[in-house]
């Protein structure tokens, strides 16, 4: 099976920076889309940013020119650098990839990390 581990979360100040780091194992023989959400208490899951197999990047609005999404592909690993936090980025994210198992998969299978929680407070 498949299992994505969510590391790199934590407590920040208002302007610092961390690094979330999700790493997929298992039968895993293509990965397609990864992507960052998270969930703020009271409010609904949103995606944060997401990444192609080719590299193509989508972020939500409140989070351009502050946060990048990467990915290494030989470790089948998703990455979200957090730069200028504010308060309101405070939540439980969750990456998420979109998995083939073998070569004769004909449709990807999303995956759910366990999630990571971000506090940004002074």
């Known amino acids: 099976q498949v299992q994505l581990v969510e590391s790199g979360g934590g407590l920040v100040q208002p302007g610092g920076s961390l690094k979330l780091s999700c790493a997929a194992s298992g039968r895993i023989f293509s990965i397609d889309h990864m992507g960052w959400y998270r969930q703020a208490p009271g409010k609904q899951r949103e995606m944060v940013a997401q990444?192609?197999?080719?590299?193509?990047?989508d972020y939500t609005a409140s989070v351009k020119g502050r946060f990048t999404i990467s990915r290494d592909t030989a470790k089948n690993t998703v990455y979200l650098q957090m730069n200028s936090l504010k308060p309101e980025d405070t939540g439980v994210y969750y990456c998420n990839a979109d998995i083939k198992g073998s070569s004769t998969t004909i449709l990807s299978t999303r995956y759910w990390g366990q999630g990571t929680q971000v506090t940004v407070s002074s």
């Open positions: 990444i192609t197999s080719v590299g193509n990047t």
